[in-house]
């Protein structure tokens, strides 16, 4: 019996971080991807736009690809369509993008936390509602990476350019001493060998990996229910 199969989307190359990550917990899951890149990236455009997209790409990929659960691999679709998804997909697993605040407290060293994100993740109801539950007791510091999902996207994370934009949306958090800093955008960790350069004191928290833990959870049962 073929393995029920999962799809994964973003407005480009940033959800590929969540897809390998849960490729190498669950490497005999069929994996489809889509990366909008006539949209990308969906963190300058208005929210009416990215739920229609996310809602297009949904229906792409569980009614015409037969994806039986959806990962939503990108911050800003998940701040602003992941309950639009939810709704009209009732029953199909849909796993979204998380602020990683609740890690991020638990392992400060500073009582500050760090997120580095887009406006659209940031004004969202879901950073709102974490930030609110997980943060007692520390401070929470936010940045827009502004220009980075391009810098991810081009794949630039040396040349003088990307290390002037590193440096200047990092600046605050660092000033703040900030730590860790959640990486709160898919794209975010293709460029953390240039955020290591420019802060090599800084301590960066990637939430790929947690996302990719409870997907696989949600396809272990998938797939022992499909047998």
């Avoid at 969906?42 to 659960?69: K, Q, V, W």
């Avoid at 990962?71 to 199909?92: E, F, M, T, Y």
């Avoid at 930030?131 to 991810?152: C, I, K, P, Q, S």
């Amino acid at each position: 019996m073929t393995p029920p199969a999962v799809g994964f989307f973003d407005s480009g190359l940033g959800g590929t971080t969540v897809a390998r990550a849960f490729l190498r917990l669950r490497p005999r899951a069929p994996v489809f991807y889509v990366a909008d890149w006539e949209h990308c990236p969906y963190g300058g455009r208005p929210d009416p736009d990215i739920r229609a997209r996310a809602l297009e790409i949904g229906a792409e990929l569980l009614e015409e690809r037969g994806c039986a659960m959806l990962v939503v691999a990108c911050n800003s679709a998940s701040a602003v369509a992941l309950d639009a998804l939810r709704a009209a997909h009732p029953g199909v697993p849909v796993v979204g993008m998380e602020p990683a605040v609740k890690p991020a407290a638990a392992m400060s060293r500073t009582g500050c936390v760090g997120i580095l994100a887009t406006a659209h993740t940031l004004r969202g109801r879901l950073f709102r509602e974490t930030a609110a539950r997980h943060a007692a007791g520390v401070r929470v510091e936010t940045a827009v990476g502004e220009g980075f999902v391009e810098l991810a996207e081009a794949g630039d994370v040396s040349s003088p350019a990307a290390r002037e934009t590193a440096a200047r949306v990092l600046a605050p958090l660092l000033a703040a001493r900030c730590d860790p800093i959640v990486l709160g955008c898919t794209h975010y960790p293709l460029l953390l060998p240039l955020l290591r350069a420019v802060a090599p004191e800084a301590r960066f928290l990637d939430p790929a990996e947690a996302v990719a833990r409870r997907a696989a959870s949600l396809w272990d049962a998938l797939a022992a229910a499909a047998r």
